[in-house]
């Protein structure tokens, strides 16, 4: 029998307003946008946005998923992300660091739309 590989988990988060996430995950959180789709210019948008080696789907689209989903994103460096979001002075999210019983270092976050993204310094501990 062949071996079977799992790959990379690609995350689709509910998205309300494309001016909101944009401003939420390009402008604040840092990431690029790679590609986006529209069936029709009035309809419901379609987002892949990334930052290094993270990439999450944002859509318009109410059947592709639920708003409140919740993630961990493992960074390597817990504390110069958590000084470049805090340097933006962003209005609507000021993050903390807390320090986890299980010994990793965590930022959590929500999005606009009640989405939680949790930046964490390790996820295998």
């Not at 590609?35 to 990334?50: A, G, K």
Request: hydrophobic letters at 35%; one cysteine or more; a negative charge.
């Amino acid at each position: 029998m062949n071996k079977v590989e799992l790959r990379t988990v690609t995350p689709i988060l509910r998205s309300f307003d494309e001016a909101k996430a944009r401003e939420f995950y390009v402008d604040f959180l840092g990431f690029r946008v790679d590609w986006e789709h529209r069936f029709e210019p009035d309809l419901p948008l379609y987002l892949q946005v990334s930052r290094d080696g993270c990439v999450l789907h944002l859509s318009e689209h109410h059947g592709d998923c639920c708003p409140g989903a919740a993630m961990r994103i493992e960074v390597d460096d817990i504390d110069a992300y958590h000084a470049e979001l805090t340097a933006k002075q962003y209005g609507y999210s000021r993050p903390g660091i807390e320090d986890t019983p299980w010994g990793s270092r965590d930022m959590s976050i929500k999005d606009p739309f009640g989405n939680r993204l949790t930046f964490t310094s390790a996820i295998s501990t």
